[in-house]
């Protein structure tokens, strides 16, 4: 059950505009970089209004809210290979990281990544100008807790090492992510081991 930003009711034309503007809102950031972090451009896309757009979502912070919460939604599986690993670290850190790769390929992946390079760096300005969109991202943060701890239980490592490695994992893998679309004369296959093997030295 889904509502409009007054709390009224969305009917099945209701659903079907905020279902065309959060598809098209994803193509448009996946495809067209930061830059393409316009509501108004995104709306015009998808054929509406803006004054449809502010009665589904409200104002630009709704917004972009809504599409942080459609792109977690189209990322809860992610890592369902990884659970499925033996419980050893290395394996377990190994489905992790190719888990993490693969899923920048994702449109909703691109299409996060490219809205929190046009947001506010800073936590303060984010959360003073957008505090349901800093809202959705800490939601984002804490799912990733959540799914890291559960991917370590019954493992004997360091909590608190664990806890260092989840915040690196996803930045440290990002970069490889984008050397791989780049012309480089790195081994991917070579920086991919030895992160696992430094990774691994690390928890033990």
């Known amino acids: 059950m889904e509502y409009s930003a007054q709390g009224t009711r969305l009917n099945k034309r209701g659903l079907e ?7 098209a809102a994803v193509e448009r950031l996946a495809t067209g970089g930061p830059d393409a972090a316009s509501a108004n451009r ?6 509406l209004t803006w004054g449809t757009i502010q009665h589904q979502f409200g104002d630009v912070d709704g917004v972009w809210a809504a599409v942080l919460e459609h792109c977690l939604k189209h990322s809860a599986s992610l890592f369902d290979r990884s659970k499925q690993e033996p419980a050893s670290p290395r394996r377990r850190i190994a489905a992790i990281i190719d888990a993490l790769f693969h899923a920048f390929d994702a449109p ?26 800093a809202a959705m ?4 943060d804490a799912t990733w807790t959540r799914e890291w701890e559960t991917l370590f239980e019954g493992i004997d490592v360091s909590p608190e090492k664990l806890r260092r490695v989840r915040s690196f994992v996803p930045g440290a893998v990002q970069g490889l992510y984008d050397q791989s679309r780049l012309t480089s004369f790195t081994d991917l296959g070579d920086a991919r081991e030895g992160l696992i093997d430094a990774i691994v030295a690390y928890l033990r």
């Open 42 to 47: 995104i709306a015009q896309d998808a054929g």
């Open 108 to 133: 909703a992946a691109q299409a996060v990544q490219n809205l929190r390079l046009a947001l506010p760096r800073d936590r303060e300005s984010l959360e003073g100008l957008f505090p349901k969109t």
């Open 17 to 23: 505009t905020r279902r065309r503007f959060l598809a």
């Open 137 to 140: 991202l800490r939601q984002g």
